[in-house]
C-alpha cells in the first residue's frame, strides 16, 4: 500500500519569494503521482501530474515538479508566488484505478 | 454548468439524527468517489463506484451507506450521526479505471454534528 507524506504543514512566504513543499511516497510498486491544489471554501482542482517520461512537469500556472525515483520524492516548487497562490496544497499518490490516497496538505500564506 | 455538484453545501444538526448529501456529475465519467475532509485536512477516501458497483470501501461504519442509482449520481446517507462525523465532504468523478486520470471535485459539503 501506498502512503504519502508532505513535510510541512505549513508554509508561509512573501510575494515574488519562491516556494518550495516537498512530499515523500512509499510505495512497492510503480506510481502516478498528483499536486491538487485548494483555495478557501472550494474543492480540489489538478495542478499537475506525472505519469511517465519526462521527470521534470509544469503547470499553467507557474508551477513545477520533479519526480526522483532514488530519493522518492515529488516537490513541489514556483519560482515567484502571488498573493492568488494562497491555498492549500495537498499531494497525491495513486498505484491502482480506483483509489488516490492524499498527503495531510501544506497550507501555504503569501504575504504582500 | 458545474460539473460535480453536491447538495447541501452546509448541514447542521443534532447526534443521532440521519442526514443524506447528493452528488451528481455531468460528465460523463464512470467513477465516483466520497472524501471525507476532517479539521486538520486531512483527506481520506471513504467510498468509490465504478458504473453503479461498489469497488472501494474503506472501513467506513456501516452507519455511512452510499447509494448509486445510476453512473452520474452518487448519494451518502448517514445514520445516527455522531460528533466525529462532522467534516466537509467531497464527492469526486473520474473516467474509468484511470489511475492517471484527474479526479474532478465537487466544492464539498460542510456537516456539523451537534
Known amino acids: 500500500a501506498q502512503s504519502v507524506t508532505q513535510l510541512d504543514s505549513q508554509v508561509p512566504v512573501f510575494e515574488e519569494a519562491p516556494v518550495e513543499l516537498r512530499c515523500n511516497y512509499s510505495?512497492?510498486?510503480?506510481?502516478?503521482l498528483f499536486w491538487y491544489v485548494q483555495y478557501p471554501n472550494q474543492g480540489l482542482q489538478l495542478l499537475l501530474k506525472y505519469l511517465s517520461g519526462s521527470t521534470l512537469v509544469e503547470s499553467i500556472n507557474g508551477f513545477e515538479a520533479e519526480f526522483n525515483k532514488s530519493q522518492t520524492s515529488f516537490h513541489l516548487r514556483k519560482p515567484s508566488v502571488h498573493i492568488s497562490d494562497t491555498a492549500e496544497y495537498f499531494c497525491a499518490v495513486s498505484e491502482n484505478d480506483y483509489k488516490l490516497s492524499f498527503g495531510a496538505g501544506t497550507t501555504v500564506t503569501v504575504r504582500a | 454548468d458545474t460539473a460535480v455538484s453536491q447538495t447541501p453545501k452546509y448541514l447542521v444538526t443534532q447526534m443521532g439524527n440521519d442526514k443524506s448529501i447528493k452528488c451528481e456529475q455531468n460528465?460523463?465519467?464512470?467513477?465516483m468517489y466520497w472524501y471525507k475532509q476532517d479539521s486538520k485536512k486531512f483527506l481520506k477516501i471513504m467510498f468509490s463506484?465504478?458504473?453503479?458497483?461498489?469497488?472501494i470501501n474503506e472501513t467506513v461504519p456501516n452507519r455511512f451507506s452510499p447509494k448509486s442509482p445510476d453512473k452520474a449520481h452518487l448519494n451518502l446517507h448517514i445514520n445516527s450521526l455522531e460528533l466525529g462525523d462532522s467534516a466537509v465532504y467531497f464527492c469526486a468523478s473520474s473516467q474509468k479505471g484511470r489511475a492517471t486520470g484527474e479526479l474532478f471535485f465537487g466544492e464539498g459539503s460542510r456537516l456539523t454534528v451537534l
Open positions: 510505495s512497492s510498486v510503480s506510481v502516478y
Open positions: 460528465l460523463g465519467h464512470d467513477t
Open positions: 463506484y465504478n458504473n453503479k458497483e461498489l469497488i
